[in-house]
Nanobody, 123 residues
Framework: QVQLVESGGGLVQPGGSLRLSCAASGNIFRINAMGWYRQAPGKQRELVASITRGGTTNYTDSVKGRFTISGDNAKNTVYLQMNSLKPEDTAVYYC?????????????????WGQGTLVTVSS
């Protein structure tokens, strides 16, 4: 079975920085893309950033220039460096892998989510 485990959330003051990590575990053969989503209280879950295995990145407009997504294919890990944090960045951040190929049956998992990590930006 494939699991995604996030870490790195916490409380930070406005203008501060945090780095989130998401590690995939299991009988993984290949992950072609991963992403970070967030869900603030009373709001829908939204895509924050995504990265392909080849390094192509995509960001939602509100975080461009402040957040950086990166990945380590060998470790099946993705990171989200968050700088210049604002109170409106407060949310539970979730890691996602749309498709995970594995070395054992069922050979493919779809829509894997982590458990989420809370980021609170407040003075």
């Amino acid at each position: 079975q494939v699991q995604l485990v996030e870490s790195g959330g916490g409380l930070v003051q406005p203008g501060g920085s945090l780095r989130l990590s998401c590690a995939a575990s299991g009988n993984i053969f290949r992950i072609n893309a991963m992403g970070w989503y967030r869900q603030a209280p009373g709001k829908q879950r939204e895509l924050v950033a995504s990265i392909t295995r080849g390094g192509t990145t995509n960001y939602t407009d509100s975080v461009k220039g402040r957040f950086t997504i990166s990945g380590d294919n060998a470790k099946n890990t993705v990171y989200l460096q968050m700088n210049s944090l604002k109170p409106e960045d407060t949310a539970v951040y979730y890691c996602n892998a749309p498709v995970v190929a594995t070395t054992e049956p069922p050979y493919r998992y779809l829509g894997i989510w982590g458990q989420g990590t809370l980021v609170t930006v407040s003075s």
